[in-house]
């Protein structure tokens, strides 16, 4: 029979209490890692990123609220939908850019925000989409949440001036990296959603597939790159 004191300290050795503790011991390093001083890059608003991109063009656009903005800490933000001749739904866009990670300002995860706008989480995992036009294939967070009878489907990823992570980890552990050898921290959020019920599912996974297809050369151009 365990003692007090083992089955107190038990929980230290379950996975998710070691992934949770590595990850904060990265998000440590990855804070203490930033320069103090950090090497000046030029960027291009996001306002001027294009309306029109392959076959898709702007429906609309959605100004950040105040209060969103106060709680996100950008430095830019596009909040767009898309549409494209003959696809059954919108596709909207989102991305919110960081200057700098040193004061500790970083992107909040949509894993953590949907939950609290009142989504609750059907499916979670990763995807693979190849983009052809840069001739590779990258990994995206896939998420389908609900909120009421309205289901919508999410992907998302961490941008950064070399490369494009899926995992929150993974981002942090690039973060001290590519911090210490760039003397950069700025990364980019980016969010693609597509509503299911106008489509199926299976629909809204290719459309959203052949958005970000489309949009990530853009995106690539647009954003600072190292």
């Not at 001739?135 to 909120?147: D, K, L």
């Not at 489309?214 to 647009?222: A, G, M, Q, T």
């Amino acid at each position: 029979m365990a003692t007090g004191e083992a089955r107190g300290t038990a929980w230290l050795k379950a996975p998710a209490a070691l992934a949770l503790s590595s990850f904060l011991v990265v998000q440590a390093v990855a804070y203490y890692s930033i320069p103090k001083t950090e090497r000046h890059f030029d960027t291009r608003p996001l306002a001027e990123f294009p309306k029109t991109v392959g076959a898709w063009q702007t429906v609309a656009e959605y100004p950040i609220e105040s209060e969103v903005q106060a709680v996100l800490k950008a430095d830019d933000t596009l909040n767009r939908s898309y549409a494209m001749p003959g696809a059954g739904s919108a596709v909207n866009l989102f991305v919110a850019f960081f200057r700098s990670q040193a004061a500790g300002v970083a992107p909040h995860s949509p894993k953590n925000c949907l939950p609290g706008a009142g989504y609750a989480p059907l499916s979670s995992g990763t995807a693979r989409i190849p983009i052809p036009a840069l001739g590779e294939t990258i990994e995206v967070n896939r998420y389908v949440v609900a909120r009421g009878e309205s289901k919508t489907l999410v992907l998302y990823w961490y941008q950064t001036p070399k490369r494009i992570v899926a995992s929150e980890f993974a981002a942090k552990f690039w973060l001290a990296a590519d911090s210490v050898r760039y003397r950069r921290s700025d990364t980019s959020l980016v969010r693609v959603i597509v509503p299911i019920g106008p489509v199926p599912e299976e629909e809204a996974d290719r459309l959203s597939v052949s958005f970000v297809q489309s949009v990530l050369p853009e995106l690539n151009r647009h954003l600072p790159r190292l």
